[in-house]
């Protein structure tokens, strides 16, 4: 998988299971605080309204108790996956988990359900990684130690994000790799739909202005309940021009792995063709970006015998 697990030092087994402290809510509807509001949204999010490859499925049965403890949590959460489902039925979330096709999910999971659910679910390719959330030490790092999806044992946000952040980058990555398509009859006709698709976009005479309007409100729109994402979509509406030379350049947007970069990656690898033509004066803007970067680079190393080294 490539993403590590968490160690943590004490491994002490508690016999009984105190009450998680960081709560989800009830699953109908679902609820999300926006400053002083509460935003009721009826329904699960489906595929088109996922702007990532991954999701957090969050399964805690006593879910309905500190809300604003809750609010703080998916609120960090959020600065890495947009998408958070919370459940307090374990039926109802492996139901979930198994009709997802072509999402991963990263499940957090309560300390009191974990060796119920574990031994359900950890066969599924839809799941990428878990993470057991308790409130204090629960003794549980031997037991993970049997289930390689197990990334550890959490009684603190700060650390539970930064190791599913981790392996949200890995998971980015493993579905460049593996291609979106199951034959090479689907391969080839995906290919010739891309390269029609650039052909398509690249020929387009932008109304730049109008476009980019147009892409920051549909980028509002996928990420209404994400705070700290709304901040760099702003950002992007105030700066982005563009630009192939100095600040703000399509490649610099691409590189932060922000909403550009997620959107982008998630529509290219399921062939979203609304969100292809949304998000298409960026495409446009990013491969001229980088058919400059290599022309210049062409010219640097033209006639040199020093290999060259490439990152991804």
Request: with cysteine.
């Amino acid at each position: 998988m490539g993403c590590s697990r968490s160690v943590p030092a004490d491994s002490s087994h508690s016999q009984h299971h105190p009450k998680t402290i960081i709560p989800s809510l009830s699953s109908s509807p679902i609820m999300y605080r926006k400053s002083n509001n509460i935003v009721k949204r009826n329904h699960r999010a489906q595929p088109h309204e996922i702007v990532q490859n991954f999701l957090i499925l969050w399964l805690d049965e006593d879910i309905d108790e500190v809300i604003d403890e809750y609010y703080n949590s998916i609120q960090h959460l959020q600065q890495i996956v947009n998408t958070i489902e919370p459940f307090n039925d374990t039926d109802e979330c492996v139901d979930y988990l198994s009709q997802l096709q072509n999402e991963k999910a990263f499940l957090i999971v309560s300390d009191t359900l974990c060796e119920t659910v574990v031994p359900r679910i950890h066969h599924m390719t839809q799941l990428y990684s878990i993470y057991v959330f308790s409130h204090k030490q629960s003794g549980y790092e031997e037991w993970a130690k049997d289930w390689y999806k197990v990334k550890g044992v959490f009684t603190e946000i700060i650390p539970l994000s930064d190791s599913i952040r981790q392996c949200a980058r890995h998971c980015d990555e493993d579905l460049v790799v593996i291609s979106a398509v199951s034959s090479l009859n689907e391969l080839e006709s995906s290919f010739v739909y891309i390269q029609l698709f650039k052909e398509i976009i690249l020929g387009i005479d932008f109304n730049e202005k109008k476009e980019i309007n147009a892409l920051v409100e549909y980028a509002h729109e996928k990420y209404a309940d994400n705070d700290e994402h709304l901040k760099m979509i702003n950002e992007f509406a105030r700066e982005y021009r563009g630009n192939l030379d100095g600040n703000n350049k399509p490649i610099w947007w691409y590189t932060r792995e922000c909403f550009a970069y997620h959107m982008l990656n998630r529509a290219l690898g399921t062939l979203q063709v609304e969100t292809l033509f949304r998000i298409g004066i960026f495409i446009r803007d990013l491969h001229r970006n980088i058919e400059k970067l290599h022309s210049e680079q062409s010219n640097d190393i033209h006639g040199s015998t020093t290999p060259i080294t490439v990152y991804r």
